[in-house]
T-cell receptor, first 115, second 112 residues
């Protein structure tokens, strides 16, 4: 199947710093990418949807100035958690769809721990 | 309002048994229903998916049963193996793939 690469897999940072997470589609063009947040033993919570070249659409309650999403190319989207705080600690997952037919593929996730 | 309701929350099955996970949805505009498998610390992986024009789809040991009138669909794992132990999510989407709605997840434990 199609591959979505997400990096880093784990990051630990100090409170107040910014963290960037990358999501790449390796063998297809990702016209749409989704960013999710997942708390332990819970389902995926959609944070935002981004289409290549357009501004991301954020879900209600998600601070767009805190979670900056950039989808500048058909193979790369980034999520930057700005001024991270301990409550931002979570598992972040990207997913992508596009020139892979009617399917949605996920990255391997990033575990963010803010000290 | 939860668009997709999934049950049970957890499931224990003996090796070789059948695992059954159920989902129900409300929006009749949904026309794509995938199932995802997630291992701890990993992203979900697409397992199998179905569209409402068929009532059943089988891929290996995994089968989706779809009941359009009841707005329900289920995942059946035949001959369940310990390696199937994972969390399973159902989802639903409209044709434009702009948004996916996920169930709450089912943690499956297959006992050897």
């Amino acid at each position: 199947g199609a591959v979505v690469s997400q990096h880093p897999s784990r990051v630990i940072c100090k409170s107040g710093t910014s963290v960037k997470i990358e999501c790449r589609s390796l063998d297809f063009q990702a016209t749409t990418m989704f960013w999710y947040r997942q708390f332990p033993k819970q389902s995926l919570m959609l944070m935002a949807t981004s289409n290549e070249g357009s501004k991301a659409t954020y879900e209600q309650g998600v601070e767009k100035d805190k979670f900056l999403i950039n989808h500048a190319s058909l193979t790369l989207s980034t999520l930057t958690v700005t001024s991270a705080h301990p409550e931002d600690s979570s598992f972040y997952i990207c997913s992508a769809t596009g020139t892979v037919g009617e399917k949605l593929f996920f990255g391997s996730g990033t575990q963010l721990s803010v000290l | 309002q939860q668009q997709v309701k999934q049950s049970p929350q957890s499931l224990i099955v003996q090796k070789g048994g059948i695992s059954i996970i159920n989902c129900a949805y409300e929006n009749t505009a949904f026309d794509y229903f995938p199932w995802y498998q997630q291992f701890p610390g990993k992203g979900p992986a697409l397992l199998i998916a179905i569209r409402p024009d068929v009532s059943e789809k089988k891929e290996g040991r995994f089968t989706i049963s779809f009941n359009k009138s009841a707005k329900q669909f289920s995942l059946h794992i035949m001959d369940s193996q310990p390696g199937d132990s994972a969390t399973y999510f159902c989802a639903a989407s409209k044709g434009n793939f702009n948004k996916f709605y996920f169930g709450s997840g089912t943690k499956l434990n297959v006992k050897p």
